[in-house]
């Protein structure tokens, strides 16, 4: 499917999406999240305010420095949701950083949502029946991050709730052109302390 960023063209070949997203969303036919998400089996404090919020929140954002466990701790509410009864093939995981996806060369999250509808939710996300949730893995390297949620949010509220995680900068913090409607929550995710490390070992 050809998409423009308002420079150049590409051709996003379907295939290789929905590929790269296979990659990651093993459990939209196991049932199981991959190790590739859920790196590690204690869940952090964070997890259970996360939790409560994701259902109704219509974006979360959780901030954080790179490897301290933003991608394990959607990996655990994956896990949660799936165990709460959601079908696993309404979650969607995407990181935005992997190349395969060419969402940093694009620009465009609407390629990777569009071989999403099409060949594993199976019905237009605006006319969802129930809940989609959706987990954008450092959202900052989708350009213009901050204009393209609200897009998401106009075309497909109240089908779809977005948690998003990204390195700590003012981009995040502040980005720009995102009039965020509704509800939205910030969260900062920090290394674990002593007393986490201690509960879980």
Not at 121 to 145: G, I, M, T
């Amino acid at each position: 499917m050809p998409i423009s960023n308002g420079r150049l063209t590409w051709v996003v070949a379907e295939a290789d999406v929905l590929r790269a997203l296979r990659q990651f969303n093993v459990h939209w036919e196991s049932g199981t999240v991959s190790p590739l998400i859920l790196r590690n089996p204690h869940r952090r404090r964070s997890f259970h305010h996360l939790k409560e919020r994701i259902s109704n929140l219509p974006f979360e954002l959780v901030v954080g420095p790179r490897q301290v466990g933003k991608t394990t701790l959607m990996g655990h509410l994956m896990a949660a949701l799936i165990e709460d009864g959601v079908p696993p093939e309404r979650i969607l995981y995407v990181p935005a950083d992997y190349p395969a996806l060419e969402l940093e060369a694009t620009g465009s999250l609407a390629p990777v949502l569009a071989v999403y509808e099409r060949f594993v939710l199976n019905e237009e996300l605006a006319r969802a029946k129930s809940k989609v949730y959706f987990f954008l893995d450092e959202v900052q390297s989708v350009p213009d991050w901050g204009r393209q949620i609200k897009g998401l949010y106009d075309l497909y509220h109240p089908q779809l709730r977005l948690l998003g995680t990204g390195s700590s900068s003012a981009a995040l913090l502040n980005p720009a052109n995102a009039d965020f409607p509704g509800r939205v929550d910030r969260s900062h995710i920090h290394p674990l302390k002593f007393g986490e490390v201690v509960h879980n070992a």
